[in-house]
């Protein structure tokens, strides 16, 4: 079974600090994702990469960088910490498919609550 | 704005068929997919089709996709309680292996 795990199911942090959230995948997926989920919003796409090392903008990534130094790693970074970053952090994983059609396969879920 | 709307919330009946909508507006999507989400877990993919397909049809689920109009929907024959859920509607591009998702709809399935 393909196993995506975060490290945190939940966190509180304070604002200003600096957050780290991890995500390992079992599978040599090339893909890693980070995702933020909100009610009524829905998932949205904060960072993703493709291969170790290489990380694109997704439609929300201020306030965040990423960090992919192997290739079962994907660290998402809060570099300060705001009250409008508390939210579900989903991260996924998935193969490069080149014609698409690719499944993403899922982590639990953090939640993350800044106070 | 949005790439992928639907609407939030449905409620059936135990034994009724439920239909989820969505459309899209990006019609170089290429790949429409159907993520379902239970309490307090992660995503998990339902099905999905490609955009030269009209139609598929999984057991209990059918996926309907009319590309003109960009709307895609699932249809869950025989809804049980197991079933309640949170459905997320995402697309995908040729060549482009991330994705876009809905805001989700969530069903509520009532015995």
């Known amino acids: 079974d393909v196993k995506v795990t975060q490290s945190s199911r939940y966190l509180v942090k304070r604002t200003g600090e600096k957050v780290f959230l991890e995500c390992v995948q079992d599978?040599?997926?090339?893909?890693m994702f980070w995702y933020r989920q909100d009610p009524g919003l829905g998932l949205r796409l904060i960072y993703f990469?493709?291969?170790?090392?290489?990380?694109e903008k997704g439609d929300i990534p201020e306030g965040y960088s990423v960090s992919r130094e192997k290739k079962e790693r994907f660290s998402l970074i809060l570099e300060s910490a705001s009250t409008n970053q508390t939210s579900m952090y989903l991260c996924?994983?998935?193969?490069?498919?080149?014609?698409?059609?690719?499944?993403?396969?899922f982590g639990q879920g953090t939640r993350l609550t800044v106070v | 704005g949005e790439d992928v709307e639907q609407s939030l919330f449905l409620s059936v009946r135990e034994g009724d068929s439920s239909v989820i909508n969505c459309t899209y507006t990006?019609?170089?999507?290429?790949?429409l997919y159907w993520y379902k989400q239970e309490p307090g877990a992660g995503l998990q993919l339902l099905t999905y089709?490609?955009?030269?397909?009209d139609m598929k049809q999984d057991q209990r689920l059918t996926v309907l996709l009319n590309k003109k109009d960009k709307h895609l929907s699932l249809r869950i024959a025989d809804t049980q309680t197991g079933d309640s859920a949170i459905y997320f509607c995402?697309?995908?591009?040729?060549?482009?292996?991330?994705?876009?998702f809905g805001a989700g709809t969530r069903l509520t399935v009532k015995p």
């Open positions: 995402a697309e995908g591009k040729y060549n482009n292996n991330d994705m876009r």
């Open positions: 089709i490609f955009s030269n397909m």
């Open positions: 996924a994983s998935s193969h490069f498919a080149r014609r698409g059609g690719t499944e993403a396969f």
């Open positions: 990006d019609s170089s999507s290429t790949y």
């Open positions: 990469s493709y291969d170790v090392k290489m990380k």
């Open positions: 599978m040599d997926h090339e893909n």
